[in-house]
């Protein structure tokens, strides 16, 4: 899988949109590369956001398309902002694995690697969350102190 489009998968989403979702692409823009290789649609009714799994996400430990997509689905009845799903494809033959195509949201992509910014978690949320869950460690007396010898 590449992390760009080449024109042979430029060709092939254009025939996937207009077969899938009756619209006509007119421009391709990749955003990002890092997880997913995420692209912005922008179709004769609207702009869409497409993710795909790169090599990074073949690993155990992320989620599939079909679950990604499955999630956002219910998501859609409920006060979560979230992209609502538009489509999945599951046609390896389109860009080389599936992908999922939701609606576009205001906001910025956040380069692999770097720190979110906030509204975000910092990165001692999780400990401060233990400790609210929790409580603090255990506390330990000082140690008692023996002579030496005999």
Do not use: I, K
Not at 47 to 66: H, I, K, M, N, S
Not at 83 to 90: G, K
């Amino acid at each position: 899988m590449s992390v760009s489009l080449d024109e042979r998968e430029v060709t092939a989403l254009r025939a996937w949109v207009a077969a899938e979702l009756d619209e006509r692409v007119a421009e391709c823009e990749v955003l990002a590369a890092g997880l997913n290789l995420v692209v912005r649609l922008v179709t004769t009714n609207g702009e869409y956001v497409l993710r795909r799994p790169t090599e990074l996400r073949a690993t155990p430990g992320f989620v599939d398309t079909q679950t990604e997509y499955a999630v956002l689905e219910r998501l859609v009845s409920t006060d979560v902002p979230a992209p609502r799903p538009v489509a999945h494809c599951r046609d390896e033959s389109v860009l080389g694995a599936p992908f999922v195509v939701t609606t576009h949201l205001d906001g910025s992509v956040v380069p692999l690697g770097s720190p979110l910014p906030p509204p975000y978690p910092p990165p001692a949320a999780p400990e401060r969350l233990l400790h609210d869950l929790v409580g603090p460690p255990p506390t330990r007396p000082p140690p008692t102190p023996h002579p030496l010898g005999g």
